[in-house]
């Protein structure tokens, strides 16, 4: 049973920069694929960014050039740089975990995550 928890939400101004972190326990962390959701007030959970145990990553088109996905496999933690933050980026950001399979919906399908940490809100005010 892997247990993900993340940290570092908080309220910035927009154009302001944060950085999240989802710490990882009780599995072997460098075989998941990771990735970050997040839900807007109101709204459903979205995909953001996602990165395979290989390293390779994926970004939602509202995450490019401005949110950053990266892995360090010996802290057990998956992290998402942001940059260039706007008010539509407030939400609660979920870090996900996914054991590897044929036929998956990774990197954007809920279904394909097995885990999913409790989330961090993010408030970007204008």
């Known amino acids: 049973q892997v247990q993900l928890v993340e940290s570092g939400g908080g309220l910035v101004q927009t154009g302001g920069s944060l950085r999240l972190s989802c710490a990882a326990s009780g599995g072997t962390f460098s075989r998941y694929n990771m990735a970050w959701f997040r839900q807007p007030p109101g709204k459903e959970r979205e995909f953001v960014s996602a990165?395979?145990?290989?390293?390779?990553?994926y970004n939602a088109d509202s995450a490019k050039g401005r949110l950053t996905i990266s892995r360090d496999n010996a802290k057990n933690t998956v992290y998402l740089q942001m940059a260039s933050l706007k008010p539509e980026d407030t939400a609660a950001y979920y870090c996900?975990?996914?054991?590897?399979?044929?036929?998956?919906?990774?990197?954007?399908?809920?279904?394909?995550?097995?885990?999913w940490g409790q989330g961090t809100q993010v408030t970007v005010s204008s």
């Open positions: 996900a975990a996914a054991d590897p399979r044929p036929g998956s919906t990774w990197p954007r399908g809920e279904s394909a995550y097995d885990y």
């Open positions: 990165i395979s145990w290989r390293d390779n990553t």
